[in-house]
């Protein structure tokens, strides 16, 4: 693996500027003066760039801290040269400030090449005088006093540097910082009650002797499922994924993400790596290796199906692979899935979002699924700001994300937003000598800071769906909702059981957000969502042989009132032998377990549609207190 490495980063600095732009920062990376500084940002990701630079043009002298040679993180080390762009409702960039400077200087299209990006951090880094860099240096330790980081340590060639400052901003790709001094956190979904689950990892495949014409006959064909192709990109090829079956059974090939490089030399993200810790270094090169070895194999499948691939040959891959999950920092404010669906922007809005919560397959067996798709939201500061914690902030995937809403907070033009907004805050607390309530209880500051990150436009001209629930967009309440719920309250009453069921990932709305809340659900179906989500919230009660239970007692016809009352009391473990149709519902009354929406106002047996159904199963789930730590998760 070190091998390869050694050879991509030789690859990302061969040009001549980008040479240049290292030797001017190499005379910033130099012995430090001193061990204080105002503010310290740790990581290279774009995030930490973004804070860096944001800070330095505010006049603060401030250390940015490089876990590698270059700056660039996933874009560079991971070879993630595809923009997930958060788009505005018509159509344009939701992110300004930095970001849109440095999109623009690598060509402000969704695809960029990597060694202009390595270039332009550079750039970016290098013109500001305020920024002293340390490259390829370790954490060793963080001293934090009642939730003040007072001091860390880092080993930087060879040397131990004790370094102080009065605020920290953690940019790295896990919290790394935050971690150490102490900041409570969870890893994959375990605020769902699914400690083990996260995101697959990919190996982005680097591929040359690509004959793009030749690719551009296939796509034409759709002989691969609906495809496409432009003269920087090719999407699609669903059917690819099914199609080829891979050697490690710890992998997987989703549909391919082509980006044409130069001289057909193009990157492909689409292959899938499961079953690794990606907090572990060990476990981490152990997948990246892996992924190298099923590379081969999927290369040998793409020369022999795919046009234009025939004389393709790998060319050395990322050093990195690109991780999408791991810990999540517990925030004085956890950014929720209601958040996301009905479009808010919280007072302390620092950066705009609306990718997709798109939830990447966690196992080889299952795809992953989009929750549904915001049309705007707003990250709030206090998402960033770690809970107990005075001086420190966390930006990019880690941040104070549920880990669903991280599905759609995660993508990197939202973590250089944040980042830049981490940045500007710590400017203001210093230059202003204030502490941050001081900030999140000042209007006009807030406000000061919007105008200054160039998002106060865009709440204005945006204002019209902030608040607009996603299911009711461009729609009228009677397209969406069934007859029962024919009136604003019940609606609303609807709506948070709704939100409660996406919150656990329970429900899934598609790009279109699309509960499909008029149509049948299935009795089967029904079970299923019981099932998991008693598992989940670790109900307290005897769950563990409820599948089986349930198993036997539904089918795959509609669900009815009855028989959903019958599937609640085996759920419970209560008696149901000997009862009738009719006798199923009236003892789920006597238990408690029919909402009084439902025993209002469907008097007699009948087919439930799936908001009924919804509005049932989530009263049923909320009966059960949830564990401490996963409420504690949850910011609840």
Same mark, same amino acid.
């Given at each position: 693996?070190?091998?390869?490495?050694?050879?991509?980063?030789?690859?990302?600095?061969?040009?001549?500027?980008?040479?240049?732009?290292?030797?001017?920062?190499?005379?910033?990376? $130099?012995?430090?003066?001193?061990? +204080? @500084?105002?503010?310290?940002?740790?990581? /290279?990701? *774009?995030?930490?760039?973004? %804070? &860096?630079?944001?800070?330095?043009?505010?006049?603060?002298?401030?250390?940015?801290?490089?876990?590698?040679?270059?700056?660039?993180?996933?874009?560079?080390?991971?070879?993630?040269?595809?923009?997930?762009?958060?788009?505005?409702?018509?159509?344009?960039?939701?992110?300004?400030?930095?970001?849109?400077?440095?999109?623009?200087?690598?060509?402000?299209?969704?695809?960029?090449?990597?060694?202009?990006?390595?270039?332009?951090?550079?750039?970016?880094?290098?013109?500001?005088?305020?920024?002293?860099?340390?490259?390829?240096?370790?954490?060793?330790?963080?001293?934090?006093?009642?939730?003040?980081?007072?001091?860390?340590?880092?080993?930087?060639?060879?040397?131990?540097?004790?370094?102080?400052?009065?605020?920290?901003?953690?940019?790295?790709?896990?919290?790394?910082?935050? $971690?150490?001094?102490?900041?409570? +956190? @969870?890893?994959?979904?375990?605020?769902? /009650?699914? *400690?083990?689950?996260?995101? %697959? &990892?990919?190996?982005?495949?680097?591929?040359?002797?690509?004959?793009?014409?030749?690719?551009?006959?296939?796509?034409?064909?759709?002989?691969?499922?609906?495809?496409?192709?432009?003269?920087?990109?090719?999407?699609?090829?669903?059917?690819?994924?099914?199609?080829?079956?891979?050697?490690?059974?710890?992998?997987?090939?989703?549909?391919?993400?082509?980006?044409?490089?130069?001289?057909?030399?193009?990157?492909?993200?689409?292959?899938?790596?499961?079953?690794?810790?990606?907090?572990?270094?060990?476990?981490?090169?152990?997948?990246?290796?892996?992924?190298?070895?099923?590379?081969?194999?999927?290369?040998?499948?793409?020369?022999?199906?795919?046009?234009?691939?025939?004389?393709?040959?790998?060319?050395?891959?990322?050093?990195?692979?690109?991780?999408?999950?791991?810990?999540?920092?517990?925030?004085?404010?956890?950014?929720?899935?209601?958040?996301?669906?009905?479009?808010?922007?919280?007072?302390?809005?620092?950066?705009?979002?609306?990718?997709?919560?798109?939830?990447?397959?966690?196992?080889?067996?299952?795809?992953?699924?989009?929750?549904?798709?915001?049309?705007?939201?707003?990250?709030?500061?206090?998402?960033?700001?770690?809970?107990?914690?005075?001086?420190?902030?966390?930006?990019?995937?880690?941040?104070?994300?549920?880990?669903?809403?991280?599905?759609?907070?995660?993508?990197?033009?939202?973590?250089?937003?944040?980042?830049?907004?981490?940045?500007?805050?710590?400017?203001?607390?210093?230059?202003?000598?204030?502490?941050?309530?001081?900030?999140?209880?000042?209007?006009?500051?807030?406000?000061?800071?919007?105008?200054?990150?160039?998002?106060?436009?865009?709440?204005?001209?945006?204002?019209?769906?902030?608040?607009?629930?996603?299911?009711?967009?461009?729609?009228?309440?009677?397209?969406?909702?069934?007859?029962?719920?024919?009136?604003?309250?019940?609606?609303?009453?609807?709506?948070?059981?709704?939100?409660?069921?996406?919150?656990?990932?329970?429900?899934?709305?598609?790009?279109?957000?699309?509960?499909?809340?008029?149509?049948?659900?299935?009795?089967?179906?029904?079970?299923?969502?019981?099932?998991?989500?008693?598992?989940?919230?670790?109900?307290?009660?005897?769950?563990?042989?409820?599948?089986?239970?349930?198993?036997?007692?539904?089918?795959?016809?509609?669900?009815?009132?009855?028989?959903?009352?019958?599937?609640?009391?085996?759920?419970?473990?209560?008696?149901?032998?000997?009862?009738?149709?009719?006798?199923?519902?009236?003892?789920?009354?006597?238990?408690?377990?029919?909402?009084?929406?439902?025993?209002?106002?469907?008097?007699?047996?009948?087919?439930?549609?799936?908001?009924?159904?919804?509005?049932?199963?989530?009263?049923?789930?909320?009966?059960?207190?949830?564990?401490?730590?996963?409420?504690?998760?949850?910011?609840?």
């Amino acid at each position: 693996m070190y091998r390869y490495r050694e050879i991509f980063i030789k690859k990302l600095l061969v040009i001549g500027v980008v040479s240049v732009c290292l030797f001017f920062a190499g005379m910033q990376n $130099v012995a430090l003066a001193s061990d +204080y @500084f105002p503010l310290v940002v740790y990581g /290279g990701e *774009p995030e930490g760039v973004a %804070a &860096a630079v944001a800070a330095a043009r505010e006049g603060i002298k401030t250390l940015l801290l490089l876990k590698r040679e270059a700056p660039g993180g996933l874009m560079t080390y991971g070879a993630l040269n595809y923009l997930d762009i958060n788009q505005a409702p018509d159509g344009k960039s939701l992110n300004k400030g930095i970001f849109a400077e440095w999109h623009a200087a690598v060509g402000g299209k969704i695809t960029f090449s990597i060694n202009r990006a390595t270039e332009v951090f550079e750039e970016l880094i290098v013109k500001e005088k305020n920024i002293t860099v340390l490259r390829e240096i370790s954490l060793l330790s963080v001293e934090n006093k009642d939730g003040q980081v007072r001091e860390i340590k880092v080993k930087h060639q060879g040397e131990v540097k004790e370094i102080k400052a009065e605020y920290f901003i953690d940019a790295s790709q896990d919290a790394d910082l935050a $971690v150490l001094a102490g900041a409570p +956190y @969870f890893k994959g979904g375990a605020d769902i /009650g699914l *400690p083990d689950r996260h995101m %697959a &990892a990919t190996l982005v495949m680097h591929i040359g002797n690509v004959n793009w014409q030749g690719l551009a006959r296939d796509v034409r064909t759709n002989k691969f499922g609906q495809s496409y192709i432009n003269k920087d990109n090719a999407w699609g090829f669903a059917r690819i994924g099914q199609l080829y079956k891979p050697v490690d059974k710890k992998t997987r090939l989703r549909g391919l993400n082509i980006v044409f490089e130069e001289e057909g030399n193009v990157y492909i993200n689409a292959l899938l790596i499961f079953d690794f810790d990606p907090t572990d270094p060990e476990s981490l090169q152990k997948a990246h290796q892996r992924g190298q070895e099923e590379a081969r194999h999927v290369l040998a499948f793409l020369r022999e199906n795919l046009a234009g691939f025939e004389e393709a040959s790998l060319l050395p891959f990322p050093p990195e692979l690109y991780v999408r999950e791991s810990r999540h920092i517990v925030g004085e404010y956890q950014l929720q899935v209601a958040d996301l669906l009905h479009n808010r922007t919280p007072y302390d809005t620092v950066a705009l979002a609306s990718y997709p919560l798109d939830y990447q397959a966690s196992t080889p067996e299952y795809d992953g699924f989009v929750l549904f798709n915001p049309a705007i939201y707003g990250i709030p500061l206090r998402s960033l700001i770690p809970k107990g914690f005075s001086n420190l902030f966390v930006v990019g995937r880690s941040a104070g994300y549920s880990s669903l809403a991280a599905a759609s907070a995660r993508v990197l033009p939202t973590g250089i937003s944040a980042g830049e907004a981490a940045g500007l805050v710590s400017s203001y607390l210093i230059n202003k000598n204030i502490v941050i309530p001081e900030i999140l209880n000042n209007e006009r500051l807030i406000k000061e800071i919007q105008d200054k990150l160039k998002i106060s436009d865009d709440l204005k001209r945006y204002k019209n769906y902030i608040g607009v629930n996603n299911l009711l967009r461009g729609k009228s309440p009677a397209d969406v909702f069934p007859v029962i719920f024919n009136t604003t309250a019940k609606r609303e009453e609807l709506l948070g059981h709704l939100e409660y069921l996406l919150s656990w990932g329970l429900l899934m709305g598609g790009y279109s957000n699309d509960l499909r809340l008029k149509e049948e659900i299935s009795e089967r179906d029904f079970a299923y969502i019981i099932i998991k989500g008693l598992r989940q919230q670790k109900a307290p009660i005897l769950y563990e042989w409820v599948p089986g239970g349930l198993e036997s007692v539904s089918t795959k016809e509609p669900l009815t009132r009855n028989q959903a009352a019958k599937l609640l009391l085996v759920a419970t473990s209560r008696p149901i032998s000997g009862l009738t149709s009719e006798g199923y519902y009236e003892k789920a009354l006597e238990y408690g377990l029919i909402p009084e929406i439902i025993y209002r106002n469907i008097k007699e047996d009948r087919i439930l549609n799936r908001a009924e159904a919804f509005v049932i199963l989530s009263s049923f789930l909320q009966k059960y207190p949830l564990p401490e730590e996963i409420k504690f998760f949850r910011g609840e």
